[in-house]
C-alpha cells in the first residue's frame, strides 16, 4: 500500500509550513534556510517532520482506461456518476449533514 507523506516545518513547536509531497533532503535544506531567512531564526531552530498515512484505496472500485468501475461487475460498466439517497433540503440531510454521515448515504451511478 502507498503512504501520503506530510512534512511539517515547525518553529517553537508552532506549525510553520506544511508540504504535501515528496521533498528531497536538498529542497527540505532550502526551505529550512528559507524559512530561518524569513523569520529571523537559525536554521538549527526549525524542526522537520514527516507524518506518512496510508492511501485509502476501495475495495469494490478500480480505475481502468474507460474510467471508475466496480471491479467486481462483470461487463465492467463505467461508473457516471454520484447521487445520495437522501432527498437535499429535506430533514434527514440535515440531520446527516450536520453529524457528518452524509458521506454513508452517497453511491456510485453506472451507465
Known sequence: MENRK???FKL????ILEERCNLYLNQIDELKW???LELGCTYDDIEVETI????????DVDISSIGMIFWKD???TPIVGTACSLEEG????LDAKANGTLIDHI???KD
Open 90 to 93: 429535506s430533514d434527514a440531510w
Open 6 to 8: 506530510t512534512i511539517i
Open 34 to 36: 528559507n524559512i530561518a
Open 107 to 109: 453511491y456510485f451511478i
Open 12 to 15: 517553537d513547536g508552532e506549525v
Open 74 to 76: 462483470t461487463y465492467f
Open 52 to 59: 506518512e498515512v496510508p492511501i485509502e484505496m476501495s475495495d
